[in-house]
Nanobody
């Protein structure tokens, strides 16, 4: 099992930037993929709420709504995943969750570890 702790959330104005961090610990060698999901206020978290994800080979995948504005990256020495968010919009307001798991060539991403989430309210 992998333990994940997110940080970096907070209130930001439209057009602003934030960088989220996710510190991973535990069975790090058992995973080859990590990602960020978000859950809008009052809505359940779904697989369609994927924001960005990355494999151990640094292959990244983004939701269409954030492509060009958000960047996912990782620091393997620190076991930390990042999400740089630029040009934030009110519709980006959500609780952002870090996830860890496996990427399969035949099955795609499968996550079994989740963080507690960090809130990102974007004000107009």
């Amino acid at each position: 099992q992998v333990q994940l702790v997110e940080s970096g959330g907070g209130l930001v104005q439209t057009g602003g930037s934030l960088r989220l961090s996710c510190a991973a610990s535990g069975s790090i060698t058992s995973i080859n993929a990590m990602g960020w999901y978000r859950q809008a206020p009052g809505k359940p978290r779904k697989t369609s709420d994927m924001v960005a994800e990355i494999t151990s080979g640094d292959s990244a995948n983004y939701a269409a709504s954030v492509k060009g504005r958000f960047t996912i990256s990782r620091d393997t020495a620190k076991n930390t995943l990042y999400l740089q968010m630029n040009s934030l919009k009110t519709e980006d307001s959500a609780v952002y969750y870090c996830a860890a798991g496996l990427w399969w060539i035949t099955r795609g991403y499968e996550y079994d570890s989740w963080g507690q989430g960090t809130q990102v309210p974007v004000s107009s």
